[in-house]
Each structure stands twice: as structure tokens, then as C-alpha cells.
């Protein structure tokens, strides 16, 4: 779905050119008139962006599915008329989407709240994931949740997406007729190669299974995970789903769904009762899936356990070595921020897989956990979890390949947190890390550059101008022209569901903090800003960037909460 149109509208404010001296230029993105917050994936070598907008404006209403004649609506709409003709109002409108989003019943319209679009700073196109264009729209159902995390090209692109939701005629024993909304696949690693989309099955699918992909090198090799195996108790649930005697009033899809449960692991048998393990797979040119790989865990559990245990991969170079994390079989005791107790944890660790082995790759007592989380054919990088205080904080870890040698960026002071989200082909991370050291569960963050050779590590703001509308909140992808793409921080004028500007009662613009996503190019001899004081740069953002981190890495560790019913 090509949304040139509004692109062309914005183009006129594509670029803001410094003044000032900067070493970097910020670019805006033309999605501002899509959704009020947008946060960035990933940037290609050809410039191509990709961003997941969160709760687009104009949602589309399946009227077929609202009853006009309830309490629910007749008490709240404030013109009932207007919204069975399919004309809501802004405050209708938001009514009937909260509404969707917060019922647990199968019989209600799915509506995404995370979907991904590429653009070139021209051209804006979806990436539906699972998606398709039904009649009900005459577009896209907008009922599929997609994030693309990595691609290649503008035409080659990886990530995970819910399954299609699509409506179930149903008539009860008692006569009565209902309509269920339900999918089939809890969550799917799918690749998208020049406007096909290829699904990334998981090697065991019962119930659907779960899979995604987080990773694709130029190889066409792309990583993920996905489940393996279900026991015997979820292999019997199935066939009661299929006993017209065992379950209840409902046709077997529907059973199938609610045993299947949602994300966040209530009644998900796929999260509790199912082995997953990292995946490998290997595609065609086109897309296709020529073979996929399968790797265990850092030990092998007894036979007869059936304890869910996991092992994922998050990053691929080029050399086929994937990295990621492993369940060791054990737990660990951690006081995350803002808790005043330690709390059992399982215990993960660093690991990269290659040749059918899983290795581990940091000493497990100078960590607490550690993940890896992407590759390039020099380093490893990821995170570790190590004690300050008492209390545990996420920081970097570089691992070189070659020798094994490991280095523990300090970042901006000692107990700084750091989130590292991509390296490029320069040896260049790119992330997010606090800078501000306090003792609460959420810290001020801004985006970081950490150079691996010359062992630099900058704060992103200060390589803008001085002046600049956006707080640069975290760095997400950078490409090999050293270009990047940041998810900032910026006043604008709040709008509502339908994208309209809001005004206070006093017609005043409503002023709110955002997060968009920005593209970094170079300056050719661009020299850093010299602000009269360093510290303007950490009063410029502003505390309203914890929250908005939160949403960001939100997106980044998203699970789709679907709908089930009790």
C-alpha cells in the first residue's frame, strides 16, 4: 500500500539543514500524519527506512460487527446515527477503539496496534506481515500486528507478525447466531522479498506455533526462533478441540484459540508447555525456504523433563555465525530498579550457534545474565545484567571473535544502563544508555554512538546543532555510510484519533512529547556544534523521555496481547 500522496504532502518539510555547525543533519520521516508516535527499526545501505507506527490515526471500523441497538453504544456514542452510517466523530470514534482494544471476547473486531512502513523519504509503503486485502475494506484488514526488525534492501525485509484474524459464522445449540473474530497463528517470523511475503515456520507447529525473525544477513540466512516440540498434555488438549462431545458450544477453531491463549502467557500452552529453540533459515533469492536449523540449549535436560526451556537467536553475520541466548537451567536472584527485593529469575546466557554447536561465550560470575544480541564479522555484541549497589543494571558487552577477548563499555558513567541496538560493517554501535544516575526504576536515556576501534562512545545530541527541536533518545539502526536511524523526542501539537489538531478550552494548541522516529546523515566537514554549556543538551530532554523510552522499547520487546475468552 503505496501512501504517496501523503508523502508528497510532506515532502516540502523533509529536511531540516542545520545553520549551525553539526556533524550530523537531521532528516524527518513523512509519517507524522499517519500516527502521533512512530519509532524506527531499521535503515538499509540504500536509505530505506523502516519504522512501526503505534496506533495509527482513522482506524477502520467493521460496522458488521457493532451492535447499535446495546446499552454500550447507545449510552456512550454521542451520535449513534452518524456512526452506523460509518461517520464517527473523533470522540465516537476513540469510544468504539478503546472499546475493541480493551474486550477479551472472540466476537469483536481486531484492530492493530503496532504496524511497519518503509519509506524513502518519499514514497511511504506498509508492510502488512500476514495482513491481506479483504473486501471488508477494500484494503488491508488492519487486524495484523507487524514489526520488520531487520532488512536488507528496500525489497528484503524480516520480522514477526500476528496471524490473520478473520471472522467465523457461528449458530449455538440454542439458536442464537454469533460472529467469531480469531487467528490461527499466535505469532509468526515472516521475510518480505519484493512485495511477496514469505512465512518462517517454527519446526513444530501444534496449535500454529510461535515463531519470529530478527535478523537476515546477505547470505539470505535469517534468524529467530521458534517452537520445537509440545508435550503430551497439549497434543490431548488438541483432540478434545476436535471432540464435538468434549468441548463446549463453540466451533473447534475457536477452541483451538482460546487453548491457544495470548502472548503475555495467560492460558498459552505454546509459552508454557513447549520448547523453543533458535532457529536458522536458510531462503532462496525469491523468498522461498530451501531448509531451516534448528540448535539447542547450553545443556541437555533430562529426558523426562518437561520444563518449557528456550533458546533464541537474535543476530546473523555473514560468516552463518548467529548469537543470541540460552536458558542455562538454572535461576538467578535479581533487585531490578526500583525494587527493594531480589526476585527469581531464570537464567539466561550469551551464546552464539554456528556448525550445530551453541557456545557460550562470557564467564557466568562476572554476570548475573547476558544475551547477544547481533553480529557483524568482527564482533559480538549484546548485554549483560551485573550488580551496582545492589541493584542489578544492563550494560554492553563487545566480544571480539577472533580471540575471545570481551570489553565493557563504561558508557556515560559507571552504572549507566545501555540498550546496543545495531552495528554496521565500521565497527559503529549505535543504542541507548542512561544519563542520568538515579536510584529509580526509569532513568533518563539518550542515544549513543560507541566507535569499537577508537573506543569512543558519544551522547548523539551533541553531534546535532545545539538548537535543535529533537531530543535523540535512541539510536536504532546505522548503515554503512555511517547514516543512522534515532527515535527522538519532540514537542508538537497533540491530535486526536482521527489526526485533527487539539486545542485547550481556550483554543490554545494542546502542547504534548512525542516520539518520532529520524534518519542521521553526515555533514560533509561538519564540525560538533560548540554549545555554551554541555548540559543543555540533557535539560533540552526532558523528563517526559522516560515514558516515551518505554514505549520504544515496548515496540522493540513487543508480544501481542490477543484476545481471548474465558
Not at 109 to 124: H, P, S, V, Y
Not at 150 to 175: F, H, M, W
Not at 322 to 345: H, K, R, Y
Amino acid at each position: 500500500m503505496k501512501l504517496s500522496s501523503i508523502a508528497m504532502a510532506a515532502a516540502v518539510t523533509l529536511t531540516t539543514v542545520s545553520t549551525y555547525a553539526a556533524q550530523y543533519r537531521i532528516v524527518t520521516l513523512p509519517l507524522d500524519n499517519l500516527a502521533s508516535n512512530h519509532f524506527g527499526q531499521t535503515l538499509t545501505n540504500d536509505g530505506v527506512a523502516y519504522s512501526t507506527l503505534q496506533r495509527e490515526f482513522n482506524p477502520l471500523i467493521d460496522l458488521s460487527l457493532l451492535d447499535f441497538e446495546s446499552t454500550e453504544l447507545t449510552s456512550n456514542l454521542t451520535d449513534i446515527e452518524a456512526a452506523r452510517a460509518g461517520n464517527f466523530n473523533a470522540a465516537d470514534l476513540s469510544f468504539v477503539f478503546n472499546l475493541l482494544q480493551d474486550d477479551a471476547n472472540l466476537d469483536r473486531q481486531e484492530i492493530a496496534l503496532f504496524r511497519t512502513f518503509k519509506t524513502d523519504g518519499i514514497d511511504i509503503e506498509l508492510v502488512p506481515g500476514l495482513d491481506v486485502v479483504t473486501d471488508t475494506f477494500n484494503d488491508f484488514t488492519r487486524s495484523v500486528d507487524s514489526i520488520a526488525r531487520d532488512a536488507l534492501s528496500g525489497e528484503i525485509a524480516v520480522g514477526v507478525s500476528d496471524g490473520l484474524y478473520y471472522k467465523l459464522p457461528y449458530t449455538r445449540e440454542n439458536g442464537d447466531d454469533i460472529t467469531f473474530v480469531i487467528s490461527d497463528i499466535l505469532s509468526r517470523g515472516f521475510a518480505q522479498v519484493n512485495g511477496s511475503t514469505i512465512d518462517l515456520p517454527p519446526v513444530e507447529t501444534a496449535l500454529g506455533g510461535i515463531s519470529e525473525a530478527f535478523d537476515i544477513n546477505n547470505n539470505m540466512q535469517v534468524a529467530g526462533y521458534g517452537t520445537t516440540a509440545v508435550t503430551d498434555t497439549v497434543r490431548d488438549a488438541i483432540a478434545s478441540c476436535a471432540d464435538d462431545d468434549a468441548r463446549a458450544d463453540v466451533p473447534e477453531e475457536v477452541c483451538l484459540a482460546n487453548l491457544r491463549g495470548d502472548e503475555s502467557g495467560q492460558g498459552n500452552v505454546l509459552r508454557t508447555r513447549a520448547q523453543t529453540r533458535a532457529h536458522v533459515w536458510q531462503l532462496a533469492n525469491d523468498g522461498s525456504v530451501i531448509s531451516v536449523e534448528t540448535y539447542g540449549l547450553v545443556f541437555e535436560p533430562e529426558p523426562d523433563n518437561t520444563i518449557s526451556f528456550v533458546s533464541r537467536a537474535f543476530g546473523i553475520n555473514d560468516a552463518g555465525l548467529a548469537v543470541g541466548e540460552s536458558m542455562t537451567g538454572d535461576g538467578v536472584n535479581i533487585t531490578l530498579p526500583g525494587q527493594s527485593f531480589a526476585s527469581a529469575q531464570a537464567e539466561f546466557v550469551a551464546v552464539s550457534f554456528q556448525n550445530g554447536e551453541v557456545t557460550e561465550l562470557l564467564p557466568r560470575e562476572e554476570n548475573q545474565l547476558s544475551t547477544a544480541l547481533f553480529a557483524n564479522d568482527e564482533y559480538i555484541v549484546g548485554t549483560v545484567a551485573r550488580d551496582f549497589n545492589g541493584v542489578s543494571r544492563r550494560k554492553m558487552f563487545v566480544y571480539t571473535i577472533a580471540t575471545g577477548e570481551t570489553r565493557y563499555p563504561i558508557g556515560f558513567f559507571n552504572s549507566s544502563g545501555m540498550v546496543p541496538r545495531a552495528i554496521n560493517a565500521n565497527n559503529i554501535i549505535v543504542g541507548a544508555a542512561d544519563v542520568e544516575a538515579t536510584d529509580g526504576q526509569v532513568r533518563e536515556r539518550n542515544a549513543f554512538m560507541y566507535d569499537i576501534d577508537a573506543d569512543e562512545f558519544t551522547n548523539l545530541n551533541r553531534l546535532i546543532e545545539c538548537d535543535s527541536e529533537y531530543t535523540l533518545i535512541e539510536g536504532t539502526s546505522i548503515n554503512d555510510q555511517n547514516d543512522m536511524l534515532v527515535n527522538a523526542r519532540v514537542r508538537t501539537n497533540g491530535r486526536n484519533i482521527k489526526g485533527e489538531a487539539v486545542n485547550d478550552s481556550a483554543g490554545e494548541p494542546v502542547i504534548v512529547d512525542a516520539a518520532y522516529a529520524v534518519k542521521l546523515e553526515g555533514i560533509a566537514g561538519g564540525q560538533i556544534d560548540d554549545c555554551q554549556n554541555d548540559s543543555e543538551e540533557f535539560e533540552r530532554s526532558g523528563a517526559a523521555s522516560s515514558w516515551l523510552l518505554l514505549g520504544l522499547l515496548g515496540v522493540m520487546g513487543w508480544r501481542r496481547m490477543a484476545k481471548h475468552s474465558g
